[in-house]
């Protein structure tokens, strides 16, 4: 069905345009690939590992500076 077609799309939380490539699923969201990005320094994941926080996702580095508690030396 057609009206089921349209809902099983999903949305970017980002721009709120349609998916039509790979999705990422993160925040409780839907994400193009190119829209996930980290919080602090809004560079992509394109599929990387990020750390999620308060309802906003990092990238290792950030995630570190702001919640790590493990110095470089010590990790
Ligand atoms: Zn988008
Ligand atoms: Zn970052
Ligand atoms: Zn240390």
Not at 40 to 56: D, S, T
């Amino acid at each position: 069905l057609r009206c089921h077609d349209t809902m099983g799309i999903p949305i970017c939380g980002a721009c709120h345009r349609p998916i039509e490539e790979r999705v990422i699923t993160a925040l409780g969201k839907q994400w193009h690939v190119e829209h996930f990005v980290c919080a602090v320094c809004e560079k992509p994941f394109l599929g990387n590992k990020h750390y999620e926080k308060a309802g906003l996702a990092y990238c290792e580095l950030h995630f570190n500076q702001r919640y790590g508690n493990m110095c470089f030396r010590c990790s």
